[in-house]
């Protein structure tokens, strides 16, 4: 039997649904496994494939949002804090401070 390859989303619908559909993906916190902090979910996306991994790293809104928690350190957050603003280019900024422990 001839088997086809799974089509990549990426390659057959618009950037801009894509885009949003990951956007409202790290935005509603749906991803069920709770052994990866908010912060992980675009690079998580980008480990999917090459084509993932580019279109996420093209996509400055999905490293807007900044979580910054106080318990990690300066160094660790200062790096982060970096990392976000310069993958974030113009994108408008979404700054959320964790101070303390939380459940």
Known sequence: TYMTR??????????????NTFYFWLLDHVYPNTKYSHSQLPVLLALVSKSWRDFVYASPLLWAHIIIDTS?????????LRKRLERSQGAPLFLDVEVGEHP
């Open 6 to 19: 799974p089509t990549d989303p990426l390659q057959v619908l618009p950037p801009e649904l894509i885009g």
């Open 72 to 80: 990690q350190g300066t160094v660790a957050n200062l790096h982060a």
